[in-house]
RNA sequence: GCGGCUAUAGUUCAGCGGCAGAACGCCUGACUGUGGCUCAGGAUGUCGUGGGUUCGAUCCCCACUAGCCGCCCCA
C-alpha cells in the first residue's frame, strides 16, 4: 500500500514550532483588543460569485488559483451551486458585514481574523496552498469615519507595534496611494503611452507587462531597466485631489506619530478592490523572495462590487507562516523549557510522583501552574538526569527517602546547585525561579 | 500553467554501475542515588514512487510525486 502524505503544498504543524505560532496568535490578540477590534470567525468556503465579484475576475487568483467544485444539490429542496475554499478574508467580512446589516448600527465596525486560506499556486519558501492569515478590517459607513485617514494611520501604527511586539526586528514600511477607480485606469494608459518609445529596450519580461499588466513593468528588478523605470509616469501625479489630498493626511498622521516608512510609488497590489492608500510590510531574514509579511490598503468600494451599500473601509493580511519563518531566521523561537522534570527512583515511587506533578501542575486561584514533566522510576538515574536536562530547568528527586521525609532533593541546571526543599515549599520554590 | 535544480539514517549531507557511508542526534555500558566531559559498544535505511536499460541500478534513461529557485502572482 503506498503510504499517504500531507498533499502539495500543506503541511503538518508541529511542536515545538506550534508553540511560536500560539506565541504569534497571542500576541496578535492582545494587540487586537487594545485597538478596539472584535473577532470574526467566517466559513473557509464561500459562494464562488463572492470572490469573482468581490476580489476580481481578471485578477490570478480568481481566474486561476481557486479550490472551487460544484456542490451538488441533494434533494429537491436544496439547491447546487459553485462552492470555493476562500483565498483571502476581506470579501467573506465584508459579506457577513453586508448580510448582518452592520453598517445599520452606525458604528465602525473593527473585525479582525485568524485562519486557513487557500490558493493553487506553486509552492515556495513563504507560500503554500493552505495558508494562515491574521487580518482585519475596518468598515462602515462613511458618516462613522471609516473614509478618514486617520483610519489609515491608526492601522498602520497598529501594524507597526504588533510587529515590535512579537519581536521581529528590521521590519520596512512602504505605502502608496493607487488612487480611486476612476485615477487608475488614466495611470495605465499614461503608462502605456510613456513605455511605448522605450520599452524596446527593456527586458523581455517588461516588454511582455507592457502589452498584458503594465503595472507589473514597476516591479522589475533587473538592473538595467531602473533608469527607464524611474522616468515613467508616477502615479502620484495622476490622483484626483481628494486622494492626494488624503494620502497626504496619511502621511502626515505616520510622521507624527514616529512610524517610519517609505513612500514607494511603484508599490502596486494584485487585488482588484483597492482604492487609494495601499501599503505592504517587508522583511529580508528568511523569506526568499517571498519577502513581504503582509499587505493592505484601503478597498472603498468593495461593499458595493458584492452588492452592499457604500461601505468604505481599509484593511491587511498578514502571512502567518512568513512571521512564523522570520522569527525563526531572527533565533527568537526558543522552545520554553518545562519549570521541573519529577524523577520517581524506582518504580515503586511513580505513583508518588504522579500525585505530586498533579500537584504542580494545578492552578489555583493565585498561581497559574507550573509546567512539569514527568519521569519514570524504571530509569537509572543518571539517564533522568540527561532527559531533565533537555527539557526542564529543574529536577526534582523523589527517592524512597524523600517519600518518607517529605524533604525532596532539587537541582538547578542553570546554575548546578542542589537543595533540600520541604514538599510544602517546593510549588513556591519552583515558582520563584521562573525565568 | 511554463522553465531550472534537487530527493540517501531522526537531522545535515557525502558517495558509487558490483556488501549502504560520515557527522550530529538516539540507545546501552564503564558509572546500583547525581546530568553536561570522556571512553567502549549498538541500532539506524523500501537510497522519494513506478517503469525501463543492464548479468547486476541507490547510481544511467523515462514518467510520476514532493521540495526549492525563476516566470506569473501574492500573505
Not at 87 to 94: D, L, M
Not at 218 to 243: N, T
Not at 334 to 346: S, V
Not at 354 to 361: K, P, V
Request: include cysteine.
Amino acid at each position: 500500500m503506498t503510504t499517504l502524505k500531507a498533499v502539495r503544498g500543506t503541511r503538518d504543524l508541529l511542536p515545538p514550532e506550534t508553540e511560536l505560532w500560539n506565541r504569534i496568535d497571542t500576541v496578535a490578540r492582545s494587540v487586537f483588543a487594545r485597538y478596539n477590534f472584535g473577532e470574526i470567525r467566517t466559513p473557509i468556503f464561500e459562494d464562488t460569485a463572492l470572490f469573482a465579484r468581490g476580489v476580481g475576475e481578471e485578477t490570478d487568483i480568481v481566474s486561476k488559483e481557486m479550490y472551487t467544485w460544484d456542490d451538488k444539490a441533494r434533494a429537491q429542496s436544496e439547491k447546487g451551486q459553485s462552492l470555493t475554499l476562500r483565498p483571502e478574508n476581506t470579501a467573506g467580512v465584508v459579506r457577513a458585514y453586508i448580510e448582518h446589516k452592520l453598517g445599520e448600527t452606525g458604528q465602525l465596525q473593527k473585525l479582525y481574523y485568524i485562519g486557513p486560506q487557500f490558493r493553487r499556486e506553486r509552492p515556495m519558501k513563504g507560500r503554500f496552498r493552505q495558508f494562515y492569515q491574521i487580518g482585519a478590517e475596518v468598515i462602515g459607513p462613511a458618516s462613522s469615519g471609516s473614509e478618514s485617514p486617520l483610519r489609515d494611520a491608526e492601522v498602520l501604527e497598529m501594524l507597526a507595534t504588533l510587529l515590535d511586539e512579537l519581536g521581529i526586528t528590521g521590519w520596512v514600511l512602504k505605502i502608496n496611494s493607487v488612487g480611486s477607480a476612476s485615477d487608475r485606469p488614466r495611470y495605465i494608459e499614461a503608462l502605456r503611452e510613456a513605455l511605448k518609445p522605450v520599452v524596446g529596450q527593456m527586458c523581455e519580461d517588461c516588454q511582455r507587462r507592457a502589452v498584458t499588466n503594465p503595472l507589473r513593468v514597476l516591479d522589475c528588478k533587473v538592473p538595467h531597466d531602473q533608469p527607464y523605470i524611474d522616468a515613467l509616469p508616477k502615479i502620484a501625479d495622476h490622483l484626483d485631489e481628494s486622494s492626494k489630498a488624503h494620502f497626504a493626511a496619511v502621511c502626515t498622521a505616520l510622521d507624527a506619530c514616529g512610524v517610519p516608512y517609505v513612500r514607494d510609488h511603484r508599490l502596486v497590489r494584485g487585488l482588484d478592490y483597492y482604492t487609494r492608500t495601499t501599503f505592504e510590510f517587508t522583511h529580508d531574514a528568511g523569506l526568499g523572495t517571498q519577502n513581504a509579511l503582509l499587505g493592505g490598503g484601503r478597498y472603498d468600494g468593495l461593499s458595493e462590487a458584492i452588492g452592499g451599500p457604500k461601505a468604505p473601509g481599509i484593511g491587511f493580511a498578514m502571512g502567518e507562516d512568513r512571521l512564523v519563518l522570520t522569527l525563526q531566521a531572527q533565533k527568537s523561537a526558543k522552545a520554553q523549557l518545562a519549570d521541573a522534570y519529577i524523577a520517581p527512583l524506582g518504580e515503586a515511587q511513580n505513583a508518588a510522583a504522579l500525585e505530586l506533578a498533579r500537584e504542580l501542575r494545578r492552578a489555583t486561584p493565585d498561581r497559574p501552574g507550573l509546567k512539569i514533566e514527568l519521569g519514570d522510576g524504571t530509569f537509572r538515574l543518571k539517564k533522568s538526569f540527561e532527559a531533565a536536562d533537555k527539557v526542564a530547568r529543574k529536577i526534582v528527586l523523589l527517592g524512597e527517602d524523600e517519600v518518607n521525609s517529605g524533604i525532596l532533593t532539587v537541582k538547578d541546571f542553570s546554575t548546578g546547585t542542589q537543595s533540600k526543599i520541604a514538599r510544602s515549599e517546593l510549588t513556591a520554590h519552583l515558582a520563584s525561579s521562573n525565568k
